[in-house]
């Protein structure tokens, strides 16, 4: 079965940095896509960023773009989310995902596998 860990979130304040890490376990890594998505309260969860099994592609949120950057490790089986210049709206549980057929996910209804999710808050 595969298991997804994330780890890396925290309290941090506006214009800060985190890097998120997520460490998978249990199956192929290496011809997963991955992705991150991010939840609020009493908001859907939604699509942060995403990369296909080469990391040759990847997608972005428009509310992220040029501030988050998604990366993976496939020796280590992890991908990693760098997100710079934090603002409040940031604040979500942050949530690792995998694609058994290795494409940059678009959507949570593309999602095999979620980890149980990483709490990030941005103070203002």
């Known amino acids: 079965q595969v298991q997804l860990v994330e780890s890396g979130g925290g309290l941090v304040q506006a214009g800060g940095s985190l890097r998120l890490s997520c460490a998978a376990s249990?199956?192929?890594?290496?011809?997963?896509?991955m992705g991150w998505f991010r939840q609020a309260p009493g908001q859907e969860r939604e699509l942060v960023s995403s990369?296909?099994?080469?990391?040759?592609?990847?997608r972005y949120a428009d509310s992220v773009k040029g501030r988050f950057t998604i990366s993976r490790d496939n020796g280590k089986s992890t991908v990693y989310l760098q997100i710079n210049s934090l603002k409040p709206e940031d604040t979500a549980v942050y949530y690792c995902?995998?694609?058994?057929?290795?494409?940059?996910?678009?959507?949570?209804?593309?999602?095999?596998?979620w980890g149980p999710g990483t709490q990030v808050t941005v103070s203002s």
């Open positions: 995902a995998a694609d058994r057929l290795g494409r940059a996910l678009r959507d949570r209804w593309q999602v095999d596998y």
């Open positions: 249990g199956g192929p890594f290496s011809s997963y896509g």
């Open positions: 990369i296909n099994w080469t990391a040759g592609s990847t």
